[in-house]
T-cell receptor, first 110, second 113 residues
Framework: DVKVTQSSRYLVKRTGEKVFLECVQDMDHENMFWYRQDPGLGLRLIYFSYDVKMKEKGDIPEGYSVSREKKERFSLILESASTNQTSMYLC?????????FGPGTRLTVT | AQTVTQSQPEMSVQEAETVTLSCTYDTSENNYYLFWYKQPPSRQMILVIRQEAYKQQNATENRFSVNFQKAAKSFSLKISDSQLGDTAMYFCAFKAGSEKLVFGKGMKLTVNP
């Protein structure tokens, strides 16, 4: 079975802190994604990556950056966390058309 | 740009009943995939069912089946014999070629005992 893991299930950070969310997949997938999930808004794509050291902006990249130094790991970085970044963050990896999701990280910025 | 619309934000159904979740989409593409994803409370999102647009036959997976109407751009999910474990958020999603996956806003389904 494909396994996508995220470093934390719950995270509380203060405004202005630098936040790292880590995602690891074990199926050698080339494609990885970071989404943000908010009630009534569904899933919105923040960034995605089709290969190591490659990244593409999604629909809402402002305030975020990403890093992909190894194929299995895709990190989401909040350079200076703000309260409007309080949300559920989902990582996914994909092969062809199917995406496999991690358990999510619920981030609260106070 | 492709869009996916789930017009019902919330539904409830009694255990053992059948429920249908609606989804419409908008695209100019001819070849694409449609998906239903399920996200149980505090649990991982998983794929429920997939439909390729070029296939006329509706996809089925055990108690889950779809009604795919390509001309109407409609993709509904039918859950038969609802179980308590079906309680979840359900997301309809669309993907064409190498384009990104586009999600609807989701629908919360509650199965009552």
């Amino acid at each position: 079975d494909v396994k996508v893991t995220q470093s934390s299930r719950y995270l509380v950070k203060r405004t202005g802190e630098k936040v790292f969310l880590e995602c690891v997949q074990d199926m050698d997938h080339e494609n990885m994604f970071w989404y943000r999930q908010d009630p009534g808004l569904g899933l919105r794509l923040i960034y995605f990556s089709y290969d190591v050291k490659m990244k593409e902006k999604g629909d809402i990249p402002e305030g975020y950056s990403v890093s992909r130094e190894k194929k299995e790991r895709f990190s989401l970085i909040l350079e200076s966390a703000s309260t409007n970044q309080t949300s559920m963050y989902l990582c996914a990896s994909s092969f062809r058309y199917e995406q496999y999701f991690g358990p999510g990280t619920r981030l609260t910025v106070t | 740009a492709q869009t996916v619309t789930q017009s019902q934000p919330e539904m409830s159904v009694q255990e053992a009943e059948t429920v249908t979740l609606s989804c419409t989409y908008d695209t100019s593409e001819n070849n694409y995939y449609l998906f239903w994803y399920k996200q149980p409370p505090s649990r991982q999102m998983i794929l429920v069912i997939r439909q390729e647009a070029y296939k006329q036959q509706n996809a089925t997976e055990n108690r889950f089946s779809v009604n795919f109407q390509k001309a109407a751009k409609s993709f509904s999910l039918k859950i038969s014999d609802s179980q308590l474990g079906d309680t979840a958020m359900y997301f309809c999603a669309f993907k064409a070629g190498s384009e990104k996956l586009v999600f609807g806003k989701g629908m919360k389904l509650t199965v009552n005992p």
